[in-house]
């Protein structure tokens, strides 16, 4: 059964930082996209980075600057690190790997994790 597991939300102040990890288990996912992506109260899932395998990323445009996606293929693990929070990166974070089709800032991708809260207080 293949699981993504993520950790490390909290409570952060804004201008704060958070170090959002994924760890993999059940296959193998070097060979294929990952991403986060956050849903916010009674909005939309959205994209928030990415990283194919090639080591190809990006960022939505709220997040370029202050957050670092990066990826540990021997762990399985893909990680965020979130730098200078706003009051309006408060979320669910998700981790999701092997995007469906090939829009890969879809939210449409095969596996999902639980999801972790970050909480951005101003």
């Known amino acids: 059964q293949v699981q993504l597991v993520e950790s490390g939300g909290g409570l952060v102040q804004a201008g704060g930082s958070l170090r959002l990890s994924c760890a993999a288990f059940?296959?193998?996912?070097?060979?294929?996209?990952m991403g986060w992506f956050r849903q916010a109260p009674g909005k939309e899932r959205v994209f928030v980075a990415g990283?194919?395998?090639?080591?190809?990323?990006y960022y939505t445009d709220s997040v370029k600057g202050r957050f670092t996606i990066s990826r540990d293929n021997g762990k399985n693990t893909v990680y965020l690190q979130m730098n200078s929070l706003k009051f309006e990166d408060t979320a669910v974070y998700y981790c999701?790997?092997?995007?469906?089709?090939?829009?890969?800032?879809?939210?449409?991708?095969?596996?999902w994790g639980q999801g972790t809260q970050v909480t951005v207080s101003s």
């Open positions: 990283i194919r395998w090639s080591g190809l990323i």
């Open positions: 999701a790997a092997d995007p469906r089709g090939s829009n890969w800032l879809l939210p449409e991708y095969n596996y």
């Open positions: 059940g296959r193998t996912f070097s060979s294929v996209a």
